[in-house]
């Protein structure tokens, strides 16, 4: 049985193109030393996973599973811009920090952890990725404890980050960073599983029998969006966990730790998948 | 030519910018050893890369890994030498 | 553990453009690194690079497209794939550096034709060799995509094989890729750990070199008759001691070795060979020496094959396994051509000259910034 002992939930719509929230003073509050050479990737991934792991003496050999769609986005703009622009060599802070394992390893540091530490992306379904991943070493025993989160940046102007990716020029953008602390064993905390089917009809089949009246449906803003609809009108319930109407690329990741951080009553189901690779069902546990 | 005290007082401002320091220039003495567990800023190796791209970039001249270039780094007086010395950058 | 069989594997780097012929050039030791020369910055920057030897421009933005899928199509044609296979098959994929040459690229062109709209960073994210993949192959599996550093595809691996022995899937093609961009050589250079030449564990050694490389690997929870690599499991840990090295006391090496030791159930006695992460930086070389020093009363042979084909970066783990798995097939260790002068400090000595290689357990070390360690252990048997 694997348990979701803890959950933070940091989500901040941007409006503003002067300047991004100061996220100093939390840090500081949080962080066991002050962290020099960071950038705002890292100090986001600092603020989500040590608010998950408040108060708690984690196992050293905790795992960290980090997801991000877009990663360091500010550092690594500001690098290409003194490489290409500038023709400069790159500052060694600003290159190291472009390689995703600088923000696990901050975040190691700050929590005294040694474990396996991983960045892992896919675009606009990196939750369901590092999910995945931490889920088949918990069922195969490699690891007992994880912290698994997804951690997305803004990087101003607003414009522009929509044109990088490609969205709406009316979208609200938003930062994230939603961690869950997973631990195999028992417990009255919620429970977090991973089933996995070949044929949508058997997804079906399997909700159809697990779906009580109150518990939450979300599907993958990655899926196709007619199956989408055809499982929300199959399974009509409760609103999804609010992320204000607000994107970013790890949506999923919001919903998730949202729901787990509040005392909701019932069960939330996560679909994700395709016709060809099968499907996905993480089931958080009422 | 520089001007030497003028010279210190930009190097230890780029010393706390670049290195992120949360100190005022006048906190670090021309003499104090900048790089390495015994000195009192606590900096390390990468620290020291951090600064030679930057007198680099500012000065023109190189600080690499070969141990003339690399003892410019021992101190803010040691720095200013290294530029102010009439070795070619 | 029931492991996860090599069933085709595909290669381009220095060595070669397609796998046999990168394990021959290992072989006879035949390749040299070229001189690179960028001339973009206030004094031009020099060095050592070993690139793919195709007929393009360096930092043609074509590349990328056109290197990626022949290397995985070779590995999947290998292995004997139906479309079905083919069509829902997973990809783990392991890079440092993603798409950020083509992003160099396009945002240099529009600097110089709009430079009012230019945009840093046009590409974002990590995607772009999975998508390119997908396409060109006709994949439609899911995609993890790795970036930790110098493990990046270590840890891809990793995870493929471990997914398969849950029995999620049947088969993954495990891809690393690493091109030649700016941002790489001129950030290395920027750490000024890249040196002359490539001397892993030598007394004299100055540093790293590097290289590019594309590799891909097909892992299959079944074997067939031509299957005799295995790979058997792994192990990643994290040292947060610095940023950019292990620690030099060697103990979050030796730990991480002991994990799949443990985890394999294969005493020290019994591994016939080691291939060392071995980047030539005096304290990297240090800690993989030291960690390896503690597990090993008698060190088996080692071999270090960057000076075979540079640090291919994130991609190294997948591009050397190739190397090493072949020269396991045909029968030898490869040799370390920049091992010189041994370090009585460090105590690791690599080949000189080839080995013969005997069926058995072998591991494979790979070391990342961000304080990454992956150990993966591989078994060869008799056909």
Redesign the interface.
Known sequence: MIKIVSASHYLQPVNDDAALTSLESALKDLCREPFRRIDRFIQLALLGSASCAAGRKLRP?CG?YLGS???P?GN??V???Q???D??????FN??N?????A??YV??NLG???????????GASLQ?VL??VM??M??G?VTQALVGAVEEVALPLG?HR???HLPQDILLAEGSHWLLLQSGAGDSRSLDLQ?FAEFTALEDFLGSAWQAGDRLCCATSMDNRVADTLRQGFAAGALPDADGAFH?SLEAAWLAAFAAGSEPGNLFLVDG?R???WSLFHLGA | MMDREQLKLELKQMIIKECEKDLRPEQIPDDAILIGSQGSLAL???DA?QI??AVKQHY?KRI??SNQTRAALTSVNSLADFILSDAAP | MAGAYIRGVGLSCALGEDSESCVSAMQRRQVQPVRLRLD???EP?LMPYYRIPDRSELFDAGRFERLLPPVARAAVAQAGLTTAEI??L?MFIGS?CFS?GL??SR??TA?TQQPET?????L????DI?VILQRTLGC??????????C??SA?ALL?AL??I??G?YRQALVVGAELAN??TL???????IVAETLQPFDAAR?GLLLGEGIGAVLLSAETDSASRLRVIGG??????W???TANTDGN?VA?VLNQVLHQTRVQPQQVRGIKAHGTATPTGDAAEARGLQQVFASLPPVSALKPHLGHTLGACCVNELILYAGALLRGFLPATPGFETPDPVLGVYPLKTMDAAPDGHYLLNHF?????NTVLALEKTAP
């Open positions: 050999n960290i769609g877009l990663g986005i690594n703009i690098t290409q811009e490489l290409i622009r023709a400069e060599i790159p500052k060694p290159f190291i472009t390689l995703g394992s600088s696990g390893f190691a540091r952890l040694q474990g396996q530490n991983f960045f892992i992306s896919r675009r990725a995945s991943a088949a070493d069922l195969l490699f522009t044109l990088r990716q996995r690329d395709h060809q690779r099968g | 390390d190796s990468l890369l030679a791209l023109g690499d890994g | 973009e910055f206030d920057l069509r829902r997973p440092s950020i992003s160099e945002y240099a600097l230019a945009i840093p960073m046009p974002c994210g990590y995607q999975a439609e599996g899911d995609t993890y995509t790795y970036n930790t550093a493990t990046s840890n995870a471990r997914m022995e849950l999620w700016r941002t001129a950030g290395f250079s920027g750490l000024q100055k192990a990643s840990n994290c040292d947060t610095s940023v950019t979050s730990k990342g910034f961000g304080g990454n």
